[in-house]
């Protein structure tokens, strides 16, 4: 789901299916299993769809369809033991009671192989069985993937993309690099992570002997062992809004360079401008779990769950949409 005509769609989906349901002529099962909303994926995006669905279908939708109020069904199925379990397990408790409570099924411990024309088939992670139930519309939150055009931009990109940034490092086109020429924020990051303290000891050959350049085989070598160090953020958009800060402080820095590279003198440093490696800073989460209640994990350990964490959460998104900004 990445467009608002995603939204849409599925908004239709579910009107579609209680238009289904009222047909006359069916059977009580065959309502039933028109308005039985399978959502696949316990984390926070599967639950909060789950508790607004729930909310939409029995504040809304009851109103407009009452004969079928009684046959609506909502089933979160969820691999791991718990639902929500990147955060804290009192809250994973707090939101399967609530779910309990709100009469929405969860399922833990089962994956989907596939799902069918009317059925979705299960497969029950500790005995190895294998299951299906009669289901609706089905919804599947299992992560958040990339967005279609940059998928395509990264297809493009390739493998070609290294032999280009081997030629812009290789300022003095030897067909070589050298240590200097080597340096970049993120391996720096990298070093200092694996406690190296200089790249030299990133550009050990295959038999561990040390080199001072490398070519572009070697460079690929190198960046490949960084990439496999790197630890990869969530797909949040909080990390998402730091890499966009950074990456426009960055591009700033480099127009600067244009008209002045030898930057501003500085005490500590050598000078110029620095570009530092990009640091997430993880400021917490939340999780909305419906009827006016959420859930937040805030740094410290500092773990909140109801309504007043709903207040909380109002407030954190309404101080996100306004703010003063440098042009
Ligand atoms: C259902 C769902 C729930 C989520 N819930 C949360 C949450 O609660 N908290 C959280 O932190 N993260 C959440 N995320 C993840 C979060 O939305 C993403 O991590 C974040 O939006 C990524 O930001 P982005 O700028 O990289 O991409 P996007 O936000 O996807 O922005 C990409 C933009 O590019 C535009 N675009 C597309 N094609 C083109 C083109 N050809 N030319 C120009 N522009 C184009 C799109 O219209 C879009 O505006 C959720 C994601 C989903 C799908």
Redesign the pocket.
């Known amino acids: 789901?990445?467009?608002i005509e995603d939204a849409q769609k599925i908004r239709r989906t579910v009107i579609d299916c209680f238009e289904k349901a009222v047909l006359p002529g069916l059977t009580e099962e065959e309502r039933k299993t028109n308005l039985h909303f399978v959502v696949v994926g316990g984390g926070?995006?599967g639950i909060?769809f789950a508790a607004e669905l729930h909310y939409f279908v029995h504040e809304d939708l009851v109103n407009i369809y009452p004969s079928v109020k009684d046959l609506v069904n909502i089933t979160v199925i969820q691999s791991g033991d718990h639902i929500m379990n990147s955060f804290d397990e009192r809250i994973n408790s707090f939101a399967e009671q609530k779910f309990r409570r709100d009469g929405i099924q969860v399922l833990t411990g089962h994956c989907i192989p596939s799902v069918s024309d009317r059925l979705i088939n299960m497969k029950n992670k500790a005995t190895g069985s294998d299951d299906s139930m009669p289901r609706g519309m089905v919804v599947w939150s299992t992560g958040?993937g990339t967005?279609p055009?940059v998928k395509d931009f990264m297809e493009q990109v390739g493998q070609e993309d290294i032999s280009e940034m081997f030629k812009a490092t290789d300022k003095d086109n030897s067909g070589t690099l050298t240590i200097e020429e080597f340096q970049d924020p993120q391996v720096e990051l990298y070093l200092k992570n694996k406690h190296l303290f200089d790249v030299a000891s990133l550009l050990k050959d295959t038999d561990g002997s040390d080199r001072l350049e490398v070519d572009i085989e070697g460079f690929k070598l190198a960046l490949s062992h960084v990439d496999t160090q790197m630890k990869s953020h969530p797909?949040?958009?909080?990390?998402?809004t730091q890499q966009?800060a950074y990456l426009s402080r960055c591009f700033n820095i480099w127009e600067k360079r244009k008209d002045n590279p030898e930057g501003p003198r500085k005490f500590r440093s050598g000078g110029g401008h620095e570009v530092h490696p990009f640091r997430y800073r993880h400021l917490g989460q939340f999780a909305p779990l419906g009827g006016e209640q959420a859930a937040a994990e805030l740094p410290g350990d500092w773990v909140s769950m109801g309504h007043s964490t709903q207040w909380l959460w109002y407030s954190v998104y309404a101080s996100k949409l306004a703010g003063a900004h440098d042009p």
């Open positions: 789901m990445k467009e926070p995006t909060e958040v967005h055009v797909a949040t958009a909080q990390v998402a966009g």
